[in-house]
T-cell receptor, first 117, second 113 residues
Framework: DTEVTQTPKHLVMGMTNKKSLKCEQHMGHRAMYWYKQKAKKPPELMFVYSYEKLSINESVPSRFSPECPNSSLLNLHLHALQPEDSALYLC????????????????FGPGTRLLVL | AQSVTQLDSQVPVFEEAPVELRCNYSSSVSVYLFWYVQYPNQGLQLLLKYLSGSTLVKGINGFEAEFNKSQTSFHLRKPSVHISDTAEYFCAVRSTNAGKSTFGDGTTLTVKP
């Protein structure tokens, strides 16, 4: 099973709302990632968790708050977003994230399409 | 630091014709190389990867790529494309000492009947 699941598929929220995106994998991967993708652009890395600890934060605004409650789950909490935050949010996982060959392959979920009004 | 350049932003091609999508990279360290495909309104799917060993890599859906270290290239090829290959294709590199992946800007492949 090489599946990463993400919920919800679509989300519309106002600028004062609080919402969360969820990501789940059951491949035993210990590295998980959040990416943001605008239309016709490549994914941009936001956060990396390695062994449930935040290892990379790409200077993301604090209105985005990641959480890794356990090795299978990754959340992205959203609060006071701006219209320019509208995008496809992709979750990915890899086996170790520590530079060991095939363990570096990232598996992506289908994404959550977010619209901020 | 590492960077990826996909030399063609759009590639139109007729069905059953061969196609090559070009990718060049630069990095001060050894890298792993990946090609991903993204169909409309979907996430990224791994097509193929180069980690080590044979420089010719075969992937899913009949795609293959060749790693050329001297030219720092990792071009994607398919001998005969189908309408269903119409999608966005991303080349990505990741250093062998971990860290983050760097993606190219993508190439839109449009297969015409």
């Amino acid at each position: 099973d090489t599946e990463v699941t993400q919920t919800p598929k679509h989300l519309v929220m106002g600028m004062t709302n609080k919402k969360s995106l969820k990501c789940e994998q059951h491949m035993g991967h210990r590295a998980m990632y959040w990416y943001k993708q605008k239309a016709k652009k490549p994914p941009e890395l936001m956060f990396v968790y390695s062994y449930e600890k935040l290892s990379i934060n790409e200077s993301v605004p604090s209105r985005f708050s990641p959480e890794c409650p356990n090795s299978s789950l990754l959340n992205l909490h959203l609060h006071a977003l701006q219209p320019e935050d509208s995008a496809l949010y992709l979750c990915a996982s890899s086996q170790a994230g520590q530079g060991f060959g095939d363990q570096e392959t990232q598996y992506f979920g289908p994404g959550t399409r977010l619209l901020v009004l | 630091a590492q960077s990826v350049t996909q030399l063609d932003s759009q590639v139109p091609v007729f069905e059953e014709a061969p196609v090559e999508l070009r990718c060049n990279y630069s990095s001060s360290v050894s890298v792993y190389l990946f090609w991903y495909v993204q169909y409309p309104n979907q996430g990224l799917q791994l097509l193929l990867k180069y980690l080590s060993g044979s420089t010719l890599v075969k992937g899913i859906n009949g795609f293959e790529a060749e790693f050329n270290k001297s030219q720092t290239s990792f071009h994607l090829r398919k001998p005969s494309v189908h309408i269903s290959d119409t999608a966005e294709y991303f080349c990505a590199v990741r250093s062998t000492n971990a860290g983050k992946s760097t993606f190219g800007d993508g190439t839109t492949l449009t297969v015409k009947p």
